[in-house]
């Protein structure tokens, strides 16, 4: 039975990640934050399903991640790094510097945890991989051209991700880790763009459905997921 550990797992499109991998019978580990969204996993559950309760913007997320995967499995075969915040301060004048420091410390930072924490474990699965679920606003190249403007904390953050992704890709494709980043569409969650046209559930259900059909030898590139084709970094 395939295992997948998703981050942030308590709502928007993490939520719906988790339901369509529970629904396809993988071993499911939801990691979420508070203790509520915890014990809302724990209650009713599939047998299959071991939710970790952590914050991915802190250094005990390790141990956590570390703790439960090793009572329950002893390989995975899919990490998403999903968890995120959004800041929709605009423009220099309005961002702070702390807008900017947690949003870097849990797009990117936190997904470098739960990696590092997740490798031995991927280590042992046939096939893995991970996901970092980034976002078309991380494209230095679109907002170079204008099409995003004035969104520092969210835009600098998931550009760090993408950068993450091809370095991590670099070093662990060698064993067959492969690491991926996909923007899963312009999803209408409670932190969406005023463009917002996919529903979280749709999205998750074809990220799901591309992951299964992936090209192990795919290049690491920002996939679009609802569009198509990549997005220039």
Request: net charge neutral; with cysteine; hydrophobic share 45%.
């Amino acid at each position: 039975m395939p295992s997948v550990l998703i981050t942030g797992a308590s709502r928007g499109f993490g939520r719906e990640l988790a339901r369509v991998y529970d629904r396809r019978d993988w071993t499911l580990f939801p990691l979420v934050r508070t203790p509520a969204a915890f014990a809302e996993w724990s209650h009713g559950a599939a047998a299959r399903t071991f939710p970790i309760c952590a914050d991915v913007g802190s250094a005990d997320v390790e141990d956590a991640i570390r703790k439960v995967l090793s009572t329950h499995t002893t390989a995975l075969d899919l990490l998403i790094n999903n968890a995120g915040v959004v800041r929709k301060r605009r423009w220099l004048p309005e961002t702070s510097v702390e807008d900017i420091e947690e949003s870097f410390r849990v797009h990117c930072v936190g997904a470098f945890r739960c990696t590092r924490a997740a490798l031995p474990f991927l280590r042992q699965a046939q096939k893995p991989a991970v996901v970092n679920i980034s976002s078309r606003f991380g494209s230095i190249a679109r907002t170079a051209s204008g099409e995003f403007r004035g969104i520092y904390s969210y835009s600098i953050a998931k550009c760090a991700l993408n950068m993450l992704t091809a370095c991590l890709d670099q070093e662990l494709r060698r064993e067959g880790i492969r690491v991926l980043a996909v923007h899963p569409g312009k999803l209408t969650t409670a932190a969406a763009a005023v463009d917002a046209d996919t529903e979280p559930r749709i999205a998750a259900e074809k990220l799901a459905d591309w992951l299964s059909a992936l090209d192990h030898d795919v290049d690491c590139r920002l996939q679009d997921l609802m569009a198509g084709g990549v997005i220039p970094w």
